[in-house]
């Protein structure tokens, strides 16, 4: 089976940092993805990880270890715009193109205050 | 340019009746990707096309949803006999195969069934 864990709601402080983690246990792996999605809108990306390590764009960065099922998001200097749900996703398959299908967690509604 | 499109944005329909969604993906994109989100839960994956390779329908709840593409354009998503358990927004996205990691969202089609 397929399981995708982040936690369901977060509250930070405006400047602060935060760090959304996410845990996955699936029969393939080939890449891990963080969406933003805002309130009646659609997601929209933000990182993808394939090798262990730290992918840093920005405020936001992404970290990765394949052999502890694992990842996190980190956003720094938080902003009242961070509040949004995120959305924690993993390519189950790839075949030079024969299959690309994400499995998302149910994701993380941050709200971020004053 | 143009963004992935999605009409009707809402529908509303009756118990038993057929719907089909429409989804315009951004022009050159090969892959196509249905999405079903339930209020305040995950993406939930349905199907996935790539060219003229047969589609990913691992994701397809039931024999009453199907989806077709014609070449690398326009898809329709079909439900049959909606149930009320087929209320949801209901995502597309493309890719390029270039840079099959990230998925471009549409904004969804919100289908509530009485």
């Known amino acids: 089976g397929q399981n995708i864990d982040q936690p369901t709601e977060m509250t930070a402080t405006e400047g602060a940092i935060v760090q959304i983690n996410c845990t996955y246990q699936t029969s393939g792996f080939n890449g891990l993805f963080w969406y933003q999605q805002h309130a009646g809108e659609a997601p929209t990306f933000l990182s993808y990880?394939?090798?262990?390590g730290l992918e840093e764009k920005g405020r936001f960065s992404s970290f990765l270890s394949r052999s502890k099922g694992y990842s996190y998001l980190l956003l720094k200097e938080l902003q009242m715009k961070d509040s949004a749900s995120y959305l924690c996703a993993v390519r189950v398959g790839w075949d030079g193109g024969a299959t690309n299908k994400l499995i998302f967690g149910t994701g993380t509604l941050l709200a971020v205050q004053p | 340019g143009a963004g992935v499109s999605q009409s009707p944005s809402n529908k509303v329909t009756e118990k038993g009746k057929d719907v089909e969604l429409r989804c315009d993906p951004i022009s050159g994109h090969t892959a196509l990707y249905w999405y079903r989100q339930r209020l305040g839960q995950g993406l939930e994956f349905l199907i996935y096309?790539?060219?003229?390779?047969?589609?990913?329908k691992s994701g397809l709840p039931s024999d009453r949803f199907s989806a077709e593409r014609t070449g690398e354009s326009v898809s329709t998503l079909t439900i049959q006999r909606t149930q009320q358990e087929d209320s949801a927004v209901y995502l597309c996205a493309s890719s390029d195969l270039r840079h099959i990691y990230e998925q471009y969202f549409g904004p969804g089609t919100r289908l509530t069934v009485t």
């Open positions: 990880n394939v090798l262990d």
């Open positions: 096309f790539q060219g003229n390779s047969a589609p990913d």
